[in-house]
């Protein structure tokens, strides 16, 4: 999500003539986009922000916006007093304070004015910005913002604000703008992705909107993320089955392996729930790639308890699991109301126990597919090497002098390992 939200600010900036830099010292104006899901990513974003007080000394014409999850939606002076080098604060998901700063700044008359609003209203026109490079093969579109879920860990509603459907209009012209400028696969992002439309009478679904984008020419390739046990419905894993442009690849998380677990979560579902979803997932669609998240630590959580979740790990073998140590965040109620008593070593052994037993099923999953051809879409060179991925999401390195660039082609794999794969033009 921040990364579509990055790219928006740099669209927006690049159609008023700036171009992109990576050295601090040489900017105009320094986005720091930020995310506070845990405390780890918070202390990361303070010291970027710390280190860019002897750049604004140096500089005092360099504009620092701040912006995401640190800011939040609501206002936040607070931020304001302790960083007081920072000339704009800006929500997630929204450049206007920084276009508006600008605007006012540069003394920029109506018409000026009025692209600002175009951009700020995002409504689906978005020049992909080239930073410099070719453009982007793969684009992501938000299609819900913020999340309205009550997940007793979690920060995101507080700082992202109420679940928010996008028009289905302004997420369809944004995908064909993206197809005009060479995009190829398009990945939806929502909180909850699957809940898209139910917040909004008269906007399609989730599967609705899918078959809407599916018709687009030149589009190959379509994503979702991130579904919840709750939301993913029969009908949409049909259309993941039968619209040969939706990817079967469905990130699901469970969070934890053990039912009081998941009942201090708040989470809605039980483990034998979530058991059923990922058997009714596999029936619906061949092949299909899952991924998952899983917090080890939460408060409370017991040794039996962590080993319910290792168990169910072992029993699913999904394709990857997002791994976290429960952080508390401020203002949730699992901050305010439960101790956090699982110590720091103990949740370290506890991510490691699980990532250990991860990348052994990874492993296993992915040495199936050596000497099979599969289809890539080819991203990017990265070192010497073109990167692309599988329909399943898989990561795939081909050494080639030609030019890969946003084609789909087979590729024989010829080495694996738990995360990426290497081949060659079959
Ligand atoms: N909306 C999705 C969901 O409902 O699961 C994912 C959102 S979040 C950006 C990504 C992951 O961060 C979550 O799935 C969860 O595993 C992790 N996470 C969220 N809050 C956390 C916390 N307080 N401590 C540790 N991990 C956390």
């Not at 599967?207 to 939301?231: A, C, K, M, V, W």
């Not at 089955?241 to 009081?260: T, Y």
């Not at 058997?279 to 899983?294: G, T």
Request: hydrophobic share 35%; aromatic share 6%; with cysteine.
């Amino acid at each position: 999500m921040n990364v579509a939200d990055s790219q928006r600010v740099d669209s927006a900036l690049e159609q008023l003539g700036y171009v992109p830099t990576l050295q601090p010292e040489q900017a105009d104006i320094i986005i720091l986009n930020t995310c506070v899901v845990r405390q780890s990513a918070e202390d990361k974003a303070y010291g970027r922000l710390t280190s860019l007080r002897p750049v604004k000394e140096k500089n005092p014409q360099v504009i620092i916006n701040l912006m995401g999850c640190l800011v939040g939606v609501k206002d936040n002076p607070g931020l304001l007093k302790r960083f007081p080098y920072v000339d704009v604060l800006s929500p997630p998901s929204d450049p206007r304070p920084l276009l508006n700063f600008l605007a006012q700044r540069e003394g920029r008359q109506i018409e000026g004015a009025e692209t600002l609003e175009r951009f700020a209203l995002m409504d689906g026109e978005l020049i992909l910005p080239s930073n410099g490079k070719e453009k982007p093969v793969c684009g992501f579109i938000p299609a819900v913002y913020g999340c309205s879920y009550a997940c007793t860990y979690c920060i995101i509603p507080y700082r992202r604000g109420a679940e928010q459907s996008r028009p289905p209009k302004e997420i369809l012209n944004e995908a064909h703008s993206m197809v005009r400028q060479g995009v190829k696969e398009i990945t939806l992002l929502g909180q909850i992705i699957d809940r898209y439309g139910k917040d909004r009478p008269g906007y399609p679904d989730l599967s609705g909107l899918l078959r809407q984008l599916h018709e687009i020419d030149g589009l190959q390739r379509i994503r979702f993320l991130t579904s919840h046990p709750n939301y993913i419905n029969d009908e949409l894993l049909d259309c993941v089955a039968e619209l040969p442009k939706v990817m079967p690849h469905i990130e699901v998380p469970i969070q934890s392996g053990d039912d009081q677990v998941l009942a201090n979560m708040k989470r809605g579902y039980t483990v034998e729930q979530y058991r059923r979803l990922i058997e009714r997932i596999r029936a619906h669609i061949p092949n299909v790639y899952i991924a998952n998240d899983i917090i080890v630590g939460f408060p409370g959580e017991t040794e039996a308890q962590f080993q319910n979740t290792a168990a169910l790990v072992a029993e699913l073998k999904l394709d990857v699991a997002h791994l976290a140590r429960y952080s508390p965040r401020p203002g949730t109620v699992s901050e305010r109301r439960m101790a956090d008593d699982v110590p720091a070593e103990e949740k370290k052994r506890r991510f490691r126990v699980l990532e250990e037993l991860q990348t052994g099923i990874s492993a296993g999953i992915n040495a199936q597919y050596l000497g099979q051809t599969v289809e890539v879409l080819f991203e990017e060179k990265s070192r010497q090497r073109w990167k692309g991925r599988t329909p399943q999401n898989k990561l795939v390195f081909v050494e080639t002098e030609q030019d890969l660039r946003g084609k789909i082609l087979p590729v024989r794999i010829t080495w694996t390992g738990p995360w990426t794969m290497i081949g060659e033009p079959a």
